[in-house]
Structure formats: C-alpha cells, structure tokens
C-alpha cells in the first residue's frame, strides 16, 4: 500500500500564545504534522504602526510559504489577523487562511445581561474589523472594548512559570467589568490567544464569575472543516517543529516548547543564507 505523505498545519502567532490553537487543532487533526511559528522577533503586535506590521507580516509568510507548503495556515493572532487577514488572502489565492478573530458574535448570543467585553490588544480595539463585528452582530448588547497594553506581555511571562502580581493582573481586567441598567458583564471575549492561558488567575480575581470566552476550539473546527481526513489514517507521534524568528528563544520558552510535544528548529534563513543567529533579519 503506497502511503501518502500528507502536508502539515502551519499555525503562526506573534509570540506563544498560539499555542492555545495548536492544543485544540491537534486533538481533531491527529492525523497531520504541524509547524508552530512565533514571530518573537516582532513581538508584541499590538503597539506596531499598521502599515508596518502589514509589511512584516506579508513578507514572512512568503518565505513561510515557499519553506514549508503547508495545506492551510491557522493565524492564532487577532491583531494580526484583523489587520492583515484580506491581504494575505489577497497576496497568497493559492493558500488557505483560517484567521482568528474576536468572538463577538457567540458573544452576543449568549450573553443575558447584554453586557459584554472584548479583553484584547490595543491593535485590535483599534481595529474597523473588530467595530464591523459589533456592528454586524452585536448592535443590541452594550460592548465595552479593552485594550491592553500589558497582558500579552503578562501572559507569556506566566506561560513560562513567572509569578504575577495579583494587583498587576487585576488592574488590566478591570475595566471589562461594567454594572449600567440593572445588567452587568456577563460575558468577557479573550480576544488575544494568550489571554487563555491566564484563564484560572481571571477567574480567581473576577469582582463577579463571567463566562471567558475562548474561541480557540472554534478555530480548530473551522480548520478541521477546510482539510480533508484521509481513510485509514494513523494519529502521528514525534515532536513538530516551532520555529522563533528571532531565532533565540530562552530555556523557559524551549522547556515550554517540548511540554507541547514541539521541538525548537534553527530559524528561518534569509535571502543571503542568514539565519537569525547571525543576523536578526525581522
């Protein structure tokens, strides 16, 4: 019987925060490889200019595309996906894109209150992607946008095993709780991949208990959906690859790569044969 080698999963993030997806993708695509890029080197996403972000990002997926032919690409980054998302579509027809997005509209269709928050990056509360959203379909709830400055930034620290102040955590959420008209927030959209990992530690320190909508298993169907299961496949073992485009991750982050059953490889080569060890090229 002749096997077929099947194309992996591409799934890219500005940092680890991906890594959320990639659990879930991996649970109802066993049979395929995955290749997991974090564009550390340009981390965090959500204080870059837009036009030089978009820039950024188109150049490096066509390297990424033309390295690794992945059968789609997962971009488990809402800052980037709401910026970049028609571009890349636009720039790369032959690729399938499947982008993340915040989760307004089971937002809205869940909520009771009718109060809701978008716990996000600044980038994507800047975003008209993000306001069309709440337009489209959630023009009857009360939508409180909150930009973060600092939790992505929190949350790869606490990935890693870093302790948080309490205080410090507290005062990035805060805002997503609203009492008005005899409702308040029931709802919080983690509308950053990141934001997931903190989970335990905003339920810990909510003023009240909300539902964290994490759209990470949404995102893994719709994918799952995009790309055929073969008959008589064969759940695949062995580590994937990550790869840092900074190309100098920390211990903590390969110790955190490998509990993810993925193995750090050398980063990506430049046009003059570079890699980011020698040359920091993003």
Known sequence: MKTIELKPILVFDSGIGGLTVLREARVLMPERHFIYIADDAGFPYGGWEEGALKERVIALFGRLLAEHDPEICIIACNTAFTLVGSELRAAYPQMTFVGTVPAIKPAAERTRSGVVAVLATPGTVRRAYTRDLIQSFASQCHVRLVGSE?????????????????????????????????????????????????????????????????????????????????KGFEPINGDDPAIFTSGKPDFATRRLMQGFGLKVSPGLVSERGETPQTKTVW
């Open 150 to 230: 600092n939790l992505a930034r929190m949350a790869e620290a606490y990935i890693r095993g870093e302790e948080l102040e309490d205080e410090a955590v507290l005062a990035e959420i805060a805002p997503c709780f609203v009492e008005m008209d005899g409702g308040k927030t029931d709802i919080v959209v983690l509308a950053c991949t990141h934001y997931p990992f903190m989970a335990n530690v905003f339920r810990r320190l909510a003023p009240w208990p909300v539902d964290w909508l994490d759209p990470a298993e949404a995102i893994a169907r719709r994918a799952r959906s995009l790309v055929p299961l073969p």
